[in-house]
């Protein structure tokens, strides 16, 4: 059953589109909150251009077919999936809306849609869990060097239900930005990191940052310290678990760490890789058997230069030639970009910033608004496209822009 046909709802005549959502959003957040959600690595290039990649395609639409009944759901982790679009794992909703991750999974079950959850979230893996009742959700982990760590969240999650987990595999070290540096971010009292409340100072240090000296005294004994390597061996990070010193693991290899997660998560959850975005690191991840692909650069967070998640989308899909799923994330703020990731062969997207801004904006009401905006532009295109099933949609409904504004098709 699609979205909207689930009961229509009255239009938030203020806000019609995600564009108009941004703005309300901005004045909704504070500076801080703001600039860490929107910011992109370095110069924001590869940010910017996760979006405007979708500017260099345009839709062939066919008419004369019926499109009186049209089917905009999918398949996903065995469930029906109302749209082939699922909230990306973002961390720390709570710097939205104090209601944070269990007003976003209440928004992803009523608009019956996939939510991936990050391990840096403001609400535990267990709360937000019970708030789905079954309908699917992912982990999106970071593998520390601690390995136990990482166990324990896993196995906290195959207990929850948890569906599959969402391997970052970008960020051997964290991208530069900043914003986050200038503003010192720090995670505001009372939130805390929820899935590592039991570090002290997990509610405190989770983003790094400067301490007041009337509070340096006591987090001495808590401090956080990165890892590093002396020349002679590799010295795991210490202290507890903080982003900027857990987080980052240059250490991540195929060979050791797939094989690794997919026995830790056996039988009851998935292995998929996040932040895929080359036709080699595709063909490794079928060879090692991974379950599935999202190609992502962390939303141009990470490495600034980098190929747009829609350019680097086609490569990708060839080279999994169906054998695995291969998703997207990135820049999405419109219906017909979802219609055009899957055009270029992705089987579902995701998508973080724009439900950031409707929690913002209203809670959970406004993650359902940005839901129903995303799925109702979805069938709107799909109808005007002249398909009625997901499935239909391929590169035939597509040709590409070139740079001297002539069209090619694919």
Known sequence: MAFQEKGEKPDDLNCLTIAE?????????????RDYYNEGADSGSTLLENSTAYSKYRIRPRVLRDVSLIDTSVSVWGARNSVPIGVAPSAMHC???????VATVKACKEAGVAMGLSSFSTSTLEEVASGMEGHPLV???YLFEERERSRKLIQRAKKSGYKAVFLTVDTPMLGRRNNEIRNQFKLPKPYKIA???EDS????????????KSEQEKEKKSTSTNGYNDGKGRHVPTGPVTFHTHAPNPTLNWERDISWLKEQCSPEMEVWVKGI???????????????????SNHGGRQLNGATATLDALPEIVEAARGRIPVHVDGGIRQGT????????GADFVWVGRPVLWGLAYKGQEGVELCLRLLSDEFRLCMALAGTVKVEDITKEYLVKIDKSGFISRL
């Open 195 to 197: 899935n590592f409340v």
């Open 139 to 141: 982990l999106q982990l």
């Open 21 to 33: 959502l941004e703005k309300h959003a901005a004045l909704c957040m504070d500076k801080q909150t």
């Open 95 to 101: 710097l939205a809306h104090p209601d944070g991750e």
């Open 201 to 212: 100072s997990a509610s405190e240090t989770v983003m790094g940052g400067s301490t007041p």
């Open 277 to 295: 975005a080359t036709a080699e690191d595709a063909h490794l991840a079928v060879q090692h058997g991974v379950d599935g692909i999202i190609v």
């Open 337 to 344: 970009q979802v219609f055009k990731a899957l055009a270029l």
